[in-house]
């Protein structure tokens, strides 16, 4: 692989997103001080700080990497986020190993506009908030450590200061637009590293193999950092099998050690293949020598054949696989963009448990953790860049893209995970430029189109949403949210057909509804009854609004979780008879925070999610679960309703998700009856019953059969016969305690005092005294001002051990409160 010239507009060199480099490596978590502000200039990091002095202003807080700049603001209901310059510093011992070798900061991710200081000397600036990026600061070092305040005022420490700016900007992408938050911060890990004075910056590996499995080839190609300009070298490969096999070796003497150079061709035979069910990886060992010393390290690979097949479904390794998809952002609860290791971990692994085989990263490259996890679970990849919605900017602007899908390509090409390029997302939104060309944006879109291609002929490129450029990719998805923002969910089949009949490849990604987790309902389908439907389904300016226009559910709707499981499962049944599908990915798979949805149920949360923003699950995970997974399960609908409410004596439906071949019922105790699993059976793919509830407290069981393995699950709830009129008044009390922890829910009665089961008023919390409210989580239980699900809210209070005074008020009845 060539590269391609002028792409570089800054101090920066790429490696590979998981291992390059990790001989001598060290995560810098610890140590840091932040400053939620701009500084007069660099000096200002600089000055003695502490020591009892009143004029060390501004005053700076203590944080640990990975760290973002909106951690709690994105969802702070009351403000909008901050977005505008930050610092960050520390003071780093550099003790490199290397007889001249080089001091490097790996950046994995830092958003949007960094620059990076040793002392008072700017060594390097970048510009884009989701591709990784290094800095050498072996130079700037060396001259720091001959200053005479070196030894004397920082005590042998190099003290290193970072500005972050995610401030607005037109000509940057992606646009403030966007669907989702234009994070600040080091918000991904940034690492120390010491290499030789010749290392290896990056290797390509291009594992392919032939349909059947019989051919495997392997091209390996490298790029050197050499800025000292050395001359000649030695590498040496080992390729090495999943079972630990040597399967063969080179060695390779080298005098170019400034352009990419082929290192090493060869065929395998019947290699063993990569594939979401078997996820097996090849290691490429390497070892560069030269005059200077040694670099080792190793890249992963995997052999896999992919194919969309025109006109038709996708194949992997010659089978016909539908893609069982979802997507994601890089947003939690209580850090926003700065996930952990762990975290993404744990969020992977939940996908993958659901039974995810296909991922598309929305809207932007991602942590190479992501896609090393993506690499061992078995999970496809679409991945793109973030040119999202606002139209197309100037020659900054496209060269941004250019730099980022450069980058995008070559730190993650090695990934056999990864099937797709995406190109960009909603290209057809205007808004940020006086001009809208929709020919301006065609011509840039087919720029793209070839540099990915060049970069990389063994992948698809796609884009989503924007018809006018769908004849340019390998791949397209419109929009289509049957059942939300246009037309019934019944639509959905139908629609599919109409636009796969458009374009080469058809792959469906985004689609769904919110949903207001803990909110159900007893007459989910309710609002269908004023849907336009037979139409086309796709998403239209102003269809997110909550206010005017066409009645569509995403306004009229109850936002219930009971409506959206109707939803998935309805896509996912029809799904299973679309033999012509390519498959599809729901969007998203986590509830996550944007700054164009203030009047959410929860403030600033896209809540389309299956789980919260903390990895509660929402009852639609379950329902993915039951038709994509293979482990016996069985999940009554129900568990985060306590009052289902109806007329005495009648029947009311109880549905249970399952992938067993049957599931029997059981009332307090009596049984109900044995049902057979039917997918085309809609809904709850048969396993469905009408139970004639008792007043008061019931416990529904199902117990399941796949097999010879039965599994069971349990429910119990309240029956409400009590008719209620308009809220009017509140009650708060604490209903948990859990070690300095405590838990208040609020409930809405009407003058009578009957719990209102359907009320949705706004409540919002507040607290004085020693403790805390546990808030600004984007959660439905972690708000201070949320919508009520089912006439209830619930927050949790840090009570620091101390003496403190909850409140809740909600607009029309008598504020209240509680004393903790």
Request: charged fraction near 25%; proline fraction near 4%; charge should be neutral.
């Amino acid at each position: 692989m060539k590269k391609i010239a002028g792409y570089l507009i800054f101090l920066s060199f790429f490696l590979s997103s998981d291992i390059a480099f990790a001989q001598k490596s060290m995560r810098l978590n610890a140590g840091w001080e932040f400053l939620k502000q701009d500084l007069g200039g660099v000096w200002e990091a600089l000055r003695p700080v502490g020591l009892g002095n009143p004029e060390s202003v501004p005053l700076w807080g203590n944080v640990n990497l990975p760290h973002c700049v909106n951690a709690t603001d994105a969802v702070d209901p009351d403000a909008n986020y901050y977005q505008g310059p930050a610092w960050y510093r520390t003071r780093l011992r550099i003790e490199n190993p290397y007889q001249n070798g080089r001091t490097i900061l790996h950046f994995e991710g830092a958003g949007q506009k960094t620059e990076v200081y040793v002392y008072t000397t700017k060594v390097a600036s970048h510009v884009g908030g989701y591709d990784e990026w290094t800095v050498d600061i072996t130079d700037a070092v060396a001259a720091f450590q001959n200053e005479e305040v070196y030894q004397k005022q920082f005590k042998g420490q190099v003290p290193v200061s970072i500005r972050t700016d995610n401030s607005r900007n037109l000509e940057t992408i992606p646009s403030d637009l966007s669907d989702f938050n234009v994070y600040g911060g080091i918000y991904r890990y940034l690492n120390l590293v010491y290499v030789p004075p010749l290392s290896v910056e990056k290797m390509f590996v291009k594992a392919e193999v032939d349909v059947q499995g019989k051919f495997g080839k392997l091209n390996v190609s490298g790029r050197f950092y050499n800025p000292t300009g050395l001359k000649n070298a030695t590498i040496h490969l080992k390729l090495i099998d999943p079972r630990g096999k040597v399967v063969a070796q080179q060695e390779k003497k080298l005098n170019n050690l400034n352009d990419d150079t082929d290192l090493w061709s060869l065929q395998i035979n019947k290699p063993q293949l990569w594939s979401t069910d078997k996820p097996l990886q090849y290691r490429l060992l390497y070892d560069l020598v030269s005059s200077t010393g040694s670099y080792k390290s190793e890249d992963k690979i995997g052999f896999r054949n992919i194919d969309f097949v025109e006109k038709g479904p996708f194949k992997l390794n010659g089978n016909r696989l539908l893609l069982r998809g979802t997507h994601r952002h890089e947003d939690h609860a209580g850090v926003a963009a700065a996930m952990t290791a762990e975290m993404i971990r744990t969020e992977m692994q939940m996908m993958k448990d659901m039974g995810v085989n296909f991922i598309r990263l929305g809207h932007y490259q991602q942590s190479g953790i992501v896609l090393n996890l993506c690499d061992s679970l078995g999970i496809l990849v679409w991945e793109e860049i973030p040119w999202c919605r606002g139209g197309l900017g100037g020659e900054t602007y496209k060269q941004q893209a250019r730099i980022m899908l450069t980058n995008m390509i070559e730190q993650h090409y090695n990934h056999p995970s990864i099937i797709i390029w995406g190109l960009g997302n909603e290209n057809d939104w205007p808004g940020d430029f006086a001009e809208f060309d929709k020919e301006k944006i065609r011509t840039f879109m087919k720029e793209l189109n070839v540099r990915a291609h060049k970069l990389d002929s063994s992948r698809y490129t796609a884009i989503r949403r924007c018809d006018f450029c769908a004849d340019i990719v390998d791949v397209y998805s419109p929009s289509i949210w049957a059942g939300w923002y246009r037309g019934a969910y019944t639509d959905y089949k139908k629609v599919s057909q109409d636009e796969f009949a458009k374009v080469k490849r058809f792959l469906h990604v985004e689609w769904g509804g919110d949903s207001h987790a803990m909110r159900h309902s007893e007459n989910p389908d309710k609002a269908l009854s004023k849907i336009k439907t037979g139409e086309s389904a796709d998403e239209r300016a102003g269809d997110a609004s909550l206010f005017g226009g066409a009645a569509r559910i995403s306004k009229d709707g109850d936002w219930s979780e009971s409506y959206i499981t109707n939803l998935i499962d309805w896509h996912l049944k029809e799904q299973e008879n679309m033999p012509w599908l390519s498959g599809s990915a729901y969007w998203p798979f986590k509830d996550f925070s944007t700054p164009v949805r203030p009047d959410n149920p929860v403030p600033y949360m896209n809540q389309k999610g299956v789980v919260e923003r903390d990895f509660t699950k929402k009852e639609a995970y379950y329902v993915f679960q039951s038709y994509w997974t293979d482990k016996p399960m069985v999940h009554i609908y129900g568990h985060s309703w306590p009052v289902r409410w109806g007329d005495e004596g009648e029947e009311k439906m109880v549905k249970v998700y399952a992938n067993c071949t049957e599931a029997e019922i059981f009332l307090n105790g009596k049984s109900f009856g044995i049902k057979k699993r039917n997918s085309q059976d809609f809904p709850a793919a048969g396993l469905r019953w009408n139970l004639p509830f008792l007043k008061g407290e019931n416990t529904v069981k199902a117990v399941a059969k796949k097999g010879k393995v039965t599994v069971s699950d349990e429910i119990k709830f309240i029956y409400q016969t009590e008719k209620w009129t308009k809220a009017a008044k509140m009650t708060l009390t604490k209903i948990n305690k859990e070690a300095d922890v405590a838990t208040l829910e609020v409930k809405l009665f009407d003058e009578a005092g009957i719990q209102c089961l359907d009320a949705t008023n706004w409540v919002n919390f507040g607290l004085t005294g020693d403790g805390r409210l546990i808030d600004d989580l984007g959660t439905s239980s972690g708000s201070r001002k949320v919508q009520a699900y089912n006439g209830r809210a619930i927050i949790k209070v840090k009570l620091n051990k101390g003496k403190s005074v909850a409140s809740v008020k909600s607009e029309g009845m008598p504020t209240i409160f509680e004393t903790l």
